[in-house]
């Protein structure tokens, strides 16, 4: 199955008002990706009561809201904050911890009504909390949902932002691009767009020559940075990747990292080299993918745990702290093992 995935709305929780744009914006997609009456209720409510934790606890902090592809559709709520974390999670999870004035009972009641749930916080660094709710909460989809997942936020002032990423999986493996149309803005997005399509037109092309295909498809656009990687059905078949342009894309574990090689160029304009190049997937690593909206030196090792959870997690810890704030920003994170959940 091929799906382009759905940018990420980001809602900045910098004031009250806040929280109820939140509640309206996530319960306007649950519908939209066809949840119950019952679920968007417990949509809205698990929005406000994000939101006004993050208020509440942290002063600011930014939910980001998007639609699910797979299991009939879904949405996921992603809520970061750099406030002051907690040293007792499991005690916060508890009825009776929750937030004054909010809907819920706190992040037990979150957890509850939510299908999916997990958490990343760290003492002085902040919280990151994912959600997801599903139309068909039982598929196979929805429980793997952990593995492979990512954000494109565009940079503020702009209505769409010209990142975008897909992803196909099947039984052979898995298969993500990520594209970063060449500036901002709305023409940045329809190149994004179009590379997009090229991918979900050609399922079952390698990365190069999904690439080139791009570069010939993309002569009428102002073109982008283009990346393309193809894992088997687990780490011992390793990885291939094809890439042009100034992308990001790093298998990364706690200790150490091994970044990926892209050519220097933009794909529908100038690429002089499109190469494919396979590589060993490290024991306990994840693959990331960033443009160039995330600065480029982080590291998992200030992270302890992080490598393990939900690829949401990461990407969220991420964009958290190294988005730059003056360009669109898209991160992507797969795992070939199951995430560690809070428990």
Sequence with gaps: MSAAKPAS????LDDRSRVGEA????ASLAAHAGLSEAARSDVGIVATELATNVLRHAGQGTLLVR?????????ELLCVDAGPGMRDPAACMADGYSTAGSMGTGLGAIRRLAHGFDLYTLPSRGTVVVTRFWTRREHAEARAAGMLAGLAVAMAGEAESGDAWAARNGAAGTTVLLVDGLGHGPLAAAAARTAVDIFRAHPSAAPADLVTLMHAGMRSTRGAAVAVAASGATAADGIRFAGVGNLSAVLARTQDSRSLMSHNGTVGLQARKIQELGYPWPAESVLVMHSDG????WRLEPYPGLVQRDAALIAAVLYRDFARGRDDVSVVVQRMSPPVVFA
């Design 67 to 75: 639609q699910l592809e797979g299991a009939g559709g879904g949405v």
């Design 23 to 26: 509640r309206r914006v996530a």
């Design 9 to 12: 709305t980001a809602i900045p």
């Design 294 to 297: 995330l600065q480029s030196h």
